[in-house]
Nanobody, 126 residues
């Protein structure tokens, strides 16, 4: 089991930027791996923000994230990121990083992840 740990949450003003990082306890081998970011607001279900399929190097974004957020992975394949720009109050949520392996297929914004981080809070104020 791979442990995931987020860093980088915090409070920003509208229009600001944040970089969230998710450190893996070990490298995940195999292309059938999905890495992603999910957020949750109290009282609501978790929603997919962005996902990345390692084998195809394909990224997927929720409509609200397109053009503002970017998911990426470092060259060592042990950390992945969510770069967020143009932040809005509606982006306020707990953000979780997640992974699914070894049988994740491409094309899914929110696959059935089997590893989760503890979450990091993002607060956007006007």
């Amino acid at each position: 089991q791979v442990q995931l740990a987020e860093r980088g949450g915090g409070s920003v003003q509208v229009g600001g930027s944040l970089r969230l990082s998710c450190r893996q306890s070990q490298k995940i081998y195999g292309g059938a791996t999905c890495l992603g970011w999910v957020r949750q607001v109290p009282g609501k279900e978790r929603e997919g923000v962005a996902s990345y399929h390692v084998g195809s190097s394909s990224s997927y974004y929720a409509d609200h994230a397109k053009g503002r957020f970017k998911i990426s992975q470092d060259n060592f394949e042990t950390t992945f990121f969510l770069d967020m720009t143009g932040l809005k109050p509606d982006d306020t949520a707990m953000y979780y990083c997640a992974a699914r392996f070894p049988d994740c297929t491409s094309g899914n914004l929110m696959p059935h992840y089997n590893s989760w981080g503890q979450g990091t809070q993002v607060t956007v104020s006007s």
